[in-house]
């Protein structure tokens, strides 16, 4: 550790207790102690500190990163990527892996495929930055034949949760069956997307992130990664972390954004009262009898 120190949510994610924005939550809680006492904001962890997440002692991480891990899993359908243990089917408890590790990203309930887990919160936060610049694929199944028209609009982009998805790439497989490829990450994007297009989502499943593909990996399995794919993982999201704080504002930003473009769209298109239209009738009346005597 530096003798500067390490910021406390940074220390707490590497040791693989859990990732930055869970050690975040933590940390406003109070749930979080150096030395016996809980930190003021922005307090840095140096060499020889102790710090405890409610009173249980937090280690450091080794330089290396020996003891980290890293598992690709195939989730099934009715699998909640938390957390949560009293949550029914968290992928926790699906996995039951002895060490203590959490998701990265997340794949919604009703959809199956490839998603990673780990032990290193640090890697979390950095792949979830970079993830806007990386493929994942899916193979999507839907309720009506595919038409080009909606292979057009789906790879041009839609309108959903306020701005357009960004153009990415697709490609029919069957009468009912298309891949995309995102490089994007919106809640529940290819259903809305989909929705949007009417057409509704029969089967969801995803077949790559980044250089992993599911490949033979059986329903339900999880595999470790190996060390070749977690080296092209660590060097595609090398540099995320030198922009962590541009990036987290931009996102915060943009989530403000959605919600004043929402409003703007809503107040645009609310229909007049029956005050206001006879507000309005009544301006326009005047104004045409001023023109009239002029």
């Excluded at 290193?120 to 034949?145: C, Q, S």
Aim: with cysteine; net charge positive; glycine share 8%.
């Amino acid at each position: 550790m530096s003798s500067s120190g390490k910021r406390l949510n940074k220390f707490i994610s590497e040791s693989g207790f859990c990732s930055r924005r869970e050690a975040d939550k933590l940390i406003d809680n109070g749930r979080v102690t150096i030395n016996g006492k809980v930190p003021e904001l922005g307090t840095k962890v140096i060499s020889g500190d102790k710090v405890c997440v409610d009173g249980n002692v937090i280690g450091a991480m080794p330089e290396n990163k020996s003891d980290r891990i890293y598992i690709a899993y195939n989730k099934p359908i009715g699998i909640t990527c938390t957390t949560e243990r009293h949550v029914k089917g968290n992928i926790i408890d699906a996995i039951g892996h002895k060490e203590r590790i959490f998701p990265i990203g997340r794949l919604d309930k009703p959809s199956e495929g490839l998603i990673f887990l780990t032990s290193d919160g640090d890697i979390v936060n950095k792949i979830l930055r970079a993830e806007n610049a990386h493929d994942k694929e899916y193979i999507v199944t839907v309720d009506k034949p595919i038409s080009e028209r909606f292979i057009e609009r789906m790879s041009r982009g839609v309108p959903i949760l306020g701005t357009i998805t960004k153009p990415c790439i697709v490609n029919a497989q069957s009468k009912f069956v298309f891949r995309i490829i995102l490089t994007q990450g919106l809640n529940r994007q290819i259903r809305r997307m989909c929705e949007y297009l009417g057409y509704e989502v029969k089967k969801l499943k995803r077949s790559r992130i980044m250089n992993v593909e599911l490949g033979s990996l059986k329903l339900g399995h999880w595999r470790n990664l190996t060390t070749e794919e977690m080296a092209k993982i660590n060097g595609a999201v090398a540099n995320s972390s030198k922009t962590a704080v541009e990036n987290d504002t931009v996102k915060l930003a943009g989530e403000k954004e959605v919600k004043k473009q929402k409003l703007t769209v809503a107040a645009i298109k609310r229909p007049k009262s029956q005050a206001e239209h006879k507000k309005s009738k009544s301006t326009l009346s005047l104004n045409r009898s001023n023109k009239k005597r002029s």
